[in-house]
């Protein structure tokens, strides 16, 4: 069954650091989404993707972040300028077209800033 | 908005017990539910969902939900447990129009002693 697939599984970064992080969604979907889940938090809606432009995004994703289609494979999450705030574990996920079709999610990337 | 509540952070469970973990959510406008479950270093997994139609959902491993609207509750549940199960198990509503934005509860940590 095809999956999403995110890099690294874990990412250690210095505070102010730029950091990228990488999602592969599954091929015939259309939209795309980052959460995040700071340890012992709940899990939280950044932002969402489709048709080559974020549909919309929480308070959480301030001009810090950003994300990208770059090509026809990959969605990126990049934090331009990491505080330590922004430790947590971050999902990718993505789904076919239908306001009925779920999501499906990565196994996420760890991101620890020091 | 959203929001939901699931009651309980631990659940510890006899293996070949039956198990509920509660759920509560409040919204202003119509929503879908979900339940997802997250194995040891892996991502969320959808285990069913509610759409429309009959309010008791059956979905993966023998897990089922009840939807309650006047009690504004989806329920899972199961008759008997396995070690395998052993979880963690996220309750999640999202809008029916829009990004298909999900929020999340605290997540319920379902432990299966033998």
């Known amino acids: 069954e095809p999956e999403v697939t995110q890099t690294p599984s874990h990412q250690v970064t210095q505070m102010g650091q730029e950091v990228i992080l990488r999602c592969v969604p599954i091929s015939n979907h259309l939209y795309f989404y980052w959460y995040r889940q700071i340890l012992g938090q709940k899990v939280e809606f950044l932002v969402s993707?489709?048709?080559?432009?974020?549909?919309?995004k929480s308070e959480i994703f301030d001009d810090q972040f950003s994300v990208e289609r770059p090509d026809g494979s990959n969605f990126t999450l990049k934090i331009r300028s990491t505080k330590l705030e922004d430790s947590a574990m971050y999902f990718c996920a993505s789904r076919v077209a239908g306001y009925n079709s779920p999501l499906h999610f990565g196994n996420g990337t760890r991101l620890t800033v020091t | 908005a959203q929001s939901v509540t699931q009651l309980d952070s631990q659940v510890p469970v006899f293996e070949e017990a039956p198990v509920e973990l509660r759920c509560n959510y409040s919204s202003s406008v119509s929503v879908y539910l979900f339940w997802y479950v997250q194995y040891p270093n892996q991502g969320l997994q959808l285990l069913l969902k509610?759409?429309?139609?009959?309010?008791l959902v059956k979905g993966i491993n023998g897990f089922e939900a009840e939807f309650n609207k006047s009690q504004t509750s989806f329920h899972l549940r199961k008759p008997s447990v396995h070690i395998s199960d052993t979880a963690e198990y996220f309750c999640?509503?999202?809008?029916?129009?829009?990004?298909?934005?999900?929020?999340f509860g605290q997540g319920t940590r379902l432990t299966i002693n033998p």
């Open positions: 993707f489709y048709n080559n432009e974020i549909s919309e």
């Open positions: 999640a509503v999202s809008p029916r129009q829009g990004a298909q934005k999900l929020v």
């Open positions: 509610y759409l429309s139609g009959s309010t």
